[in-house]
Structure formats: structure tokens, C-alpha cells
């Protein structure tokens, strides 16, 4: 028996999204690298006084700032900020999941994922820069509430990029990119009708092929 495009939509997610998922995990340090990078270019930018350094440790990303604080023992060091890039990283397997699991040819499946994997590492990097603006506003006491004031962010607004980051990008937007990509099979699955055309008379197509003929 032949299954409904749904049912193997629907299998091959099942099969698809644990396998990126496993991937994304393994492979993590390499999934993450091209957002990191995007992330050390644009914090010392946007914090050239407070930001040293970014270091991409396994998947751990190292914020070295100029800030001094006490370490112990009347010892005075840097202040280092640690990020977590898989929280708003895993975007990326969920679209190459639905992507994997799509009906199409291979050269239109590494179009979308060329075109969708750039997008999602710069939500990833938009979540990393909001994560360490969010430690240094918050979490590092007065000296990195000083060095977000004097870069000219305000605290909410610090806290709103936060939340958007960590909350809603990475959720919503690998679904919109596969939907916008995809329209032609989303209307297969769930049948969505044509809008009325004038030049049949205000009929669709499924309308004007069942059509009742009229009485003479």
C-alpha cells in the first residue's frame, strides 16, 4: 500500500531530524565555527574598550574582556565571559531535518540549505553577541554596566536582543525559511485551492473541473 506524501513527509522527518540532531551534537565545535567567527568580528567592534578577544573552545565560545577584577589573594585579573552558541544553534538541525526530509532533487536540496544554513549563523551569532552583552550588563557588576553604557546600549535594549536571540529567532525562523522554500509542496500536502480566477468566471481549478451543468 502507497503512503500519502504526509505519512512519508512524516517518516522521513522521524528518520531525518535525530540523525542531524546526533550530528549537530558530535560535530558540534564545527557546526558553530562560521557563527563564532561572525561574533568575533562584530563584539570587539561594537565594544572596542571592553573586548578583547573571542575563543572558540570545543563548543564553548571565550569572551576575554579588558576588565579587571579580583581573582583572589589580592591577584587582579581579566574578566572572561563564557557563551553556550549550541542554545541558539540548534536551528541548524532542525531546518537540514526538514530540508532531508522534503521530496526534492539534489541539486534544489543543497540550494536550500545553502541558502538557509548562512541565515541561521547569523541567528546563531546574533544569539552569542546578545549572551555576552547580556553578562556584562547583568552579570558583570558595575565595570561591564559601565562598558555597556558607554557603548551606547541601554538595558533593555540589551535585554530584548537577549530574549529575541534566545527565545523566538531560532525557533521561528528555520520554520519560515522552509515554508518559503517549499510552498508548492506544503499546497500538495495539505491541498490548499487556487485563488479565484476572473477568466473562468471566479472559479478555481478544482471548482471548474465539478462544476454542475446547468439546465438547458
Sequence with gaps: MSLSPLKQFVLAAVLWLPACFFLWFVLGGAVIWPATALADLLLPALLPQAIDDLL???????VQTRLLTEVGAGRVGALVLEVRPLIYAWCLPLFAGLVLATPLGGRDRLRQLAIGLPVLWLVTAWGCCFDALKLLAFDAGPLGRAAIEQAGFSLDAVALGYQFGYLILPAVTPIVLWVLMNRLFLEELVGWQR??????GGLNDVDAGTRPAGRE
Excluded: F, I, V
Design 56 to 62: 572558540l573552545l570545543g563548543t564553548t565560545l571565550e
Design 195 to 200: 485563488e479565484p480566477n476572473p477568466a473562468s
